[in-house]
């Protein structure tokens, strides 16, 4: 290790801790505030985890882990979209790319490379276990808005065929929790807290 390549590292670890400011749509179950981009990333994380025996036989939980602890990186720069915001979602995809440019950057080549090749993984969703971790990303602010009474979906006025929409990629990715997914839509439908 050079001397170089250790303050490379830590101009990386310093510049991810930005991550902590970055807050997303999604309240804090406790609905005390909103989420920020890190902690999201830690539930992911958690949520692999724990719900590991729910991943299809093909996929690698540990490399499931390593994409959704870095998957969200890219907001330092890009900030995060709305999921429901299509105006958003227009240059989303050229300013996330932008920011993994140098976000990964920062790192030794090999390191960044490593990193920006997880990232990329994740985005393209053609692996087991990028959609695993996909699915997982979206089940998420699922049960936030499920704990707390709407959450976003009020405040934006979400109607229940978008929750779907958004919600459909976890049929091929985590098909065992799809039933669950379904469930909570349902209940969310029939308690007011999403739209029919």
Request: proline share 4%; net charge negative; with cysteine.
């Amino acid at each position: 290790m050079t001397n170089q390549q250790l303050q490379q590292q830590i101009a990386f670890v310093v510049e991810i801790d930005r991550l902590k400011t970055v807050l997303r749509q999604t309240q804090l179950i406790d609905a005390s505030r909103r989420e920020n981009s890190a902690e999201h990333s830690w539930h992911l994380a958690m949520m692999v985890l724990v719900l590991a025996e729910y991943a299809p036989a093909e996929v690698d939980l540990q490399h499931a882990m390593h994409q959704v602890l870095i998957h969200d990186l890219v907001e330092i720069d890009a900030g995060d979209t709305f999921c429901y915001d299509i105006a958003g979602h227009h240059d989303k995809a050229l300013r996330e790319q932008q920011a993994a440019d140098r976000i990964f950057g920062l790192l030794p080549t090999a390191a960044g490379s490593r990193l920006r090749q997880l990232w990329d993984e994740f985005e393209a969703q053609a692996t087991p276990t990028a959609r695993f971790a996909a699915s997982l990303d979206r089940i998420q602010p699922l049960l936030h808005n499920w704990q707390t009474g709407g959450g976003t979906w009020k405040q934006h006025n979400i109607c229940r065929a978008q929750v779907l929409q958004r919600m459909a990629p976890v049929e091929a990715g985590a098909p065992e929790l799809w039933p669950f997914v379904l469930g909570v839509v349902q209940d969310c439908v029939a308690a007011g807290y999403l739209q029919p």
